[in-house]
């Protein structure tokens, strides 16, 4: 089964930054798409970006586009989530999921346990 392992989460003021951090098998690393998502409180569980197993293709939300950047690190079997300029709103618990496919088409089957990110005003 496919294991995933987030962190960096923590509580950080507005208008500042936090690195989550994805730790995956080389294998899963190398095959799956990753995705990072996230649920506050009350709320669906939203999208919030996505890289292919190349690497090639990146995607993100709207909400977050221009202050995030998902990335991979090859020798630490590592997807990551640079999340600047952070605002109240961001607030969730920040999960990442494989996606077998390789190019981020939805179906994620896999996912780690959390994250949580907090933004104080």
């Known amino acids: 089964e496919v294991q995933l392992k987030e962190s960096g989460g923590g509580l950080v003021q507005a208008g500042g930054s936090l690195r989550l951090s994805c730790l995956a098998s080389r294998s899963t690393f190398e095959t799956y798409a990753i995705g990072w998502f996230r649920q506050a409180p009350g709320k669906e569980r939203e999208g919030v970006s996505c890289i292919w197993s190349s690497g090639g293709n990146t995607h993100y939300a709207d909400s977050v586009k221009g202050r995030f950047t998902i990335s991979k690190d090859s020798a630490k079997n590592t997807v990551y989530l640079q999340m600047n300029v952070l605002k109240p709103e961001d607030t969730a618990v920040y999960f990442c999921?494989?996606?077998?496919?390789?190019?981020?088409?939805?179906?994620?089957?896999?996912w780690g346990q959390g994250t949580q990110v907090t933004v104080s005003s």
């Open positions: 999921a494989a996606d077998y496919s390789g190019t981020c088409d939805g179906g994620y089957d896999f």
